[in-house]
């Protein structure tokens, strides 16, 4: 019975590279939600997925950042051309519908040089 | 304004002593309302939660507290202990998403 899985927990990326984030919800889940935490802060919204849907990216910077959700696979929360200001803990939340518990996976760590 | 407000940002007390954390929502249609805790470095995890047709719940020491008409619900520890020593969120949901507090961060003094 696997909780919200996140890879990488960290990843390190240079400044113009890509970030590639993946999250495969609780079993039985078909919610993802993403959200950025930076150092001592709380949790900021950023987009939230169903099975091959975005239904709320309202938090989510208009460029460089894109989520998708697959029928098959993880969720990937993707920033192109990383910027120092994108290091942060990235979390994702799995529910098993809009308005039940999110679980949280361990978060990926991104620092960028 | 935000959508939740936390308070206090910061709380230390004696081992032993209660903590209490307060919540302030702006949606009259938000229906759920849990509480995660965050250790250091580590993944948000829920402690507890209400919903909108009770107005008191608990698990052993810890209790929260919901005030619909005044729309602030509130997370009570009792008896608290060194390892109760973390972040705490509350959070209330808005249409499609779920607004975070800013945080509470306690810490229960030996």
């Known amino acids: 019975n696997a909780g919200v899985m996140q890879n990488p927990r960290h990843l390190v990326r240079r400044r113009g590279q890509e970030a590639r984030l993946r999250c495969s919800p609780m079993k039985g889940h078909s919610h993802v939600y993403w959200y950025r935490q930076l150092p001592e802060e709380g949790l900021k919204f950023m987009v939230y997925?169903?099975?091959?849907?975005?239904?709320?990216e309202s938090g989510m910077p208009k460029e460089r950042f894109s989520a998708e959700f697959p029928k098959e696979g993880p969720s990937i929360l993707r920033i192109q051309q990383v910027v120092r200001g994108d290091s942060a803990a990235y979390f994702c939340?799995?529910?098993?519908?809009?308005?039940?518990?999110?679980?949280f996976g361990a978060g990926t760590r991104l620092s960028v040089l | 304004g935000e959508n939740v407000e936390q308070h206090p940002s910061t709380l230390s007390v004696q081992e032993g002593d209660s903590a209490v954390i307060k919540c302030t929502y702006s949606?009259?249609?938000?229906?759920?309302f849990p509480w995660y805790k965050q250790e250091l470095g580590k993944r948000p995890q829920l402690i507890i939660d209400?919903?909108?047709?009770?107005g008191e719940k608990k698990d052993q020491r810890i209790a929260v507290t919901l005030n619909k008409t005044a729309k602030h619900f509130s997370l009570h520890i009792t008896e608290t202990q060194p390892e109760d020593s973390a972040v705490y969120f509350c959070?209330?949901?808005?249409?499609?998403?779920?607004?975070f507090g800013t945080g509470t961060s306690l810490t229960v003094i030996p």
């Open positions: 959070a209330a949901p808005t249409g499609n998403q779920f607004y």
């Open positions: 939340a799995s529910s098993r519908d809009r308005k039940n518990i999110q679980y």
């Open positions: 997925l169903q099975k091959e849907n975005i239904i709320d």
């Open positions: 949606d009259s249609a938000s229906n759920y």
């Open positions: 209400i919903r909108s047709n009770v």
